[in-house]
């Protein structure tokens, strides 16, 4: 079993930061890539970035060059900096992490075994 808890979102108004944080714990030590996604209300959970364990890294495009997704195997935790915020940015933001599959990506959501809560950010305009 892993246990994720993410934390660090809030409201901010257009332009602005944030930094989101996504603690791992339990048995995390065969699990490779760890994820973020969003989901706004009305819509459908949407992938934004991942990372492998050797740092590989993945982003949507609508992210591309205004977030950036770290992490620190060494405490298990994954962080997700966002910059440039934007209204269309809010949205639940869940951490996640898996193993990897054949034939699936670190984009689709069914890469992953586990998921958070779920941390609210809100932009404003």
């Known amino acids: 079993q892993v246990q994720l808890v993410e934390s660090g979102g809030g409201l901010v108004q257009a332009g602005g930061s944030l930094r989101l944080s996504c603690a791992a714990s339990?048995?995390?030590?065969?699990?490779?890539?760890m994820g973020w996604f969003r989901q706004a209300p009305g819509k459908e959970r949407e992938f934004v970035a991942a990372?492998?364990?050797?740092?590989?890294?993945y982003y949507a495009d609508s992210v591309k060059g205004r977030i950036t997704i770290s992490r620190d195997n060494a405490k298990n935790m994954v962080h997700l900096q966002m910059n440039s915020l934007k209204p269309e940015d809010t949205a639940v933001y869940y951490c996640?992490?898996?193993?990897?599959?054949?034939?699936?990506?670190?984009?689709?959501?069914?890469?992953?075994?586990?998921w958070g809560q779920g941390t609210q950010v809100t932009v404003s305009s």
């Open positions: 339990g048995s995390t030590f065969s699990y490779g890539t």
């Open positions: 996640s992490i898996g193993r990897p599959r054949y034939g699936i990506t670190p984009l689709q959501s069914a890469a992953y075994d586990y």
């Open positions: 990372i492998k364990w050797g740092g590989t890294t």
